[in-house]
């Protein structure tokens, strides 16, 4: 079966450093891979990119046509993506601007990219632009930290947790806050998409827990199993609370938004202190396994 357009352009990136021929050649290119909204299986598809206010930006484009392609409809879906730009590949929360801000940049997309202008003459749809928010600090000396054990790991994931819990806070805050009198505000895409990027790390997390690191811990360490017994039972809590949330989400923009932080304040104080029970509990038993684990 011959290889797609795509695929090729995406072994030729992999194997020649981010660099490709073609109608890409010289052009600014990454690999944006996102989980199917549909099939829950990765999909890479190269993209080209302008880099703005430490961000990266896409447009759907796909070439002017009347339906956004693939890839945009997975991220709104599943917000967490890998992006390989170059030899560099990391993690990113994909988030479509809205409104007069989306204008803006896809104005400063223009201003680099002409040809993007070009496809939205020929469709009717507005083009989204999306941007790509790193989900980690920049890899840099100054901001990296080598993690070498488990309870490292465990501090890194939950820190990640918590500021992203922050983040869609402060969003919903500064969205109330910014509404029309008697007008009820739209929580808009930003919240959204933040939102499901934590709930399905959250989600993420815990499963790795329950299956693996909880039943090891419990064969090594006896003495904590009430305390694991404890943190299990709490998983299944903050996933009743996570179901909440996005319940919440799936009812937007018609959701009431003192209601939406209503319940994010009750999923924050509850999340908080599961956090911090199990930094409490497992870090001391955590510091003596090595991470990432040796090889056998």
């Avoid at 003459?121 to 928010?133: A, D, F, S, W, Y």
């Avoid at 090891?216 to 009743?240: G, N, Q, Y």
Wanted: with cysteine; aromatic share 6%; proline share 8%.
């Amino acid at each position: 079966m011959p290889m797609s357009f795509n695929q090729s352009v995406i072994e030729e990136f992999r194997a020649n450093g981010g660099k490709v021929g073609g109608p890409f050649e010289g052009g600014d290119l990454l690999l944006l891979t996102s989980t199917g909204a549909k099939s829950g299986t990765e999909h890479t598809v190269p993209l080209g990119y302008v880099r703005a206010d430490g961000h990266l930006l896409t447009v759907a484009s796909a070439g002017g046509s009347p339906h956004h392609p693939a890839w945009y409809h997975n991220v709104l879906a599943h917000p967490m993506v890998r992006v390989e730009i170059g030899t560099d590949t990391f993690g990113a929360i994909a988030v479509p601007a809205e409104g007069a801000r989306r204008d803006q940049l896809f104005e400063r997309v223009v201003r680099v990219a002409p040809g993007y202008a070009d496809y939205q003459t020929r469709t009717t749809r507005t083009l989204p632009v999306v941007v790509l928010e790193r989900s980690g600090p920049e890899d840099t000396p100054e901001n990296r930290r080598e993690v070498t054990t488990l309870a490292g790991k465990l501090v890194e994931v939950h820190t990640w947790l918590r500021a992203q819990l922050g983040h869609v806070r402060a969003e919903t805050d500064a969205h109330l806050a910014a509404a029309t009198p008697g007008t009820p505000p739209a929580l808009g895409l930003q919240i959204r998409q933040h939102c499901l990027a934590f709930c399905d790390s959250l989600t993420f997390h815990h499963t790795g827990e329950d299956a693996h690191v909880f039943p090891s811990l419990a064969a090594h360490h006896p003495h904590l199993r009430d305390a694991l017994t404890r943190l299990a039972e709490e998983h299944r809590t903050v996933a009743r609370l996570k179901g909440d949330l996005l319940a919440l989400l799936d009812a937007l923009p018609t959701t009431d938004p003192d209601h939406f932080r209503t319940e994010l304040a009750r999923l924050s104080t509850a999340l908080t202190a599961h956090l911090d029970y199990e930094e409490e509990t497992l870090i001391p038993a955590l510091s003596e396994i090595p991470y990432p684990p040796p090889r056998p």
